[in-house]
T-cell receptor, first 109, second 115 residues
Framework: GQNIDQPTEMTATEGAIVQINCTYQ??????LFWYQQHAGEAPTFLSY??LDGLEEKGRFSSFLSRSKGYSYLLLKELQMKDSASYLCAGMDSNYQLIWGAGTKLIIKP | IAGITQAPTSQILAAGRRMTLRCTQD?????MYWYRQDLGLGLRLIHY???????GKGEVPDGYSVSRANTDDFPLTLASAVPSQTSVYFC??????????????FGEGSRLTVL
């Protein structure tokens, strides 16, 4: 079956670094996505990885290891506005997204 | 209109009633999707459309129907609402099927409560 696993909740301190892990099992693989969703709002796109390695975008980076079925989202210099849920999604061979339940990130001052 | 618009934003509905959630995009995207989001679960695909005139079933299609008469509009209909359809519904679009341009654009969501 297809499955995406990520932690339910994480807590971090303002100014620190946090890594949100995601493991995936999909029928075929056409990439791994990360989305950010603030409470009561729509998800917004953060990153897309299809090749192994690290993609960096400002304070946010995303890593993929296809052989391990593993990805992580790294957030640096945390700000209070980074408090949100982070959704991991794998794209299968039919180009359909399989979504994790999301990781709620709580930032404390 | 800028982006993708859903209506209504919130609705309380009696069980057994028919309800249509509207979704309109002005980005000329080929692909459109309807998801439901429930606490503790990931987004689940209800129906999708890769291009105008075609639709497909997602993971949880039962009790829902869609149509795609043109590029811009993708309404979702609940023929006879049941309490288990209480959820937040998101419409999304992408430039190509599967969103393999790297990005899905989401509407703001429609919160539906079925009593």
């Amino acid at each position: 079956g297809q499955n995406i696993d990520q932690p339910t909740e994480m807590t971090a301190t303002e100014g620190a670094i946090v890594q949100i892990n995601c493991t995936y099992q999909t029928s075929g693989f056409n990439g791994l996505f990360w989305y950010q969703q603030h409470a009561g709002e729509a998800p917004t796109f953060l990153s897309y990885n299809v090749l192994d390695g690290l993609e960096e975008k400002g304070r946010f980076s995303s890593f993929l290891s296809r052989s391990k079925g593993y990805s992580y989202l790294l957030l640096k210099e945390l700000q209070m506005k980074d408090s949100a849920s982070y959704l991991c999604a794998g794209m299968d061979s039919n180009y359909q997204l399989i979504w994790g339940a999301g990781t709620k990130l709580i930032i404390k001052p | 209109i800028a982006g993708i618009t859903q209506a209504p934003t919130s609705q309380i509905l009696a069980a057994g009633r028919r309800m249509t959630l509207r979704c309109t995009q002005d980005m000329r995207h080929n692909a459109m999707y309807w998801y439901r989001q429930d606490l503790g679960l990931g987004l689940r695909l209800i129906h999708y459309s890769n291009t105008a005139g075609t639709t497909g079933k997602g993971e949880v299609p039962d009790g829902y129907s869609v149509s795609r008469a043109n590029t811009d509009d993708f309404p979702l209909t609940l023929a006879s609402a049941v309490p288990s359809q209480t959820s937040v519904y998101f419409c999304a679009s992408s430039g190509s099927p599967g969103g393999n341009t790297g990005e899905l654009f989401f509407g703001e969501g429609s919160r539906l409560t079925v009593l």
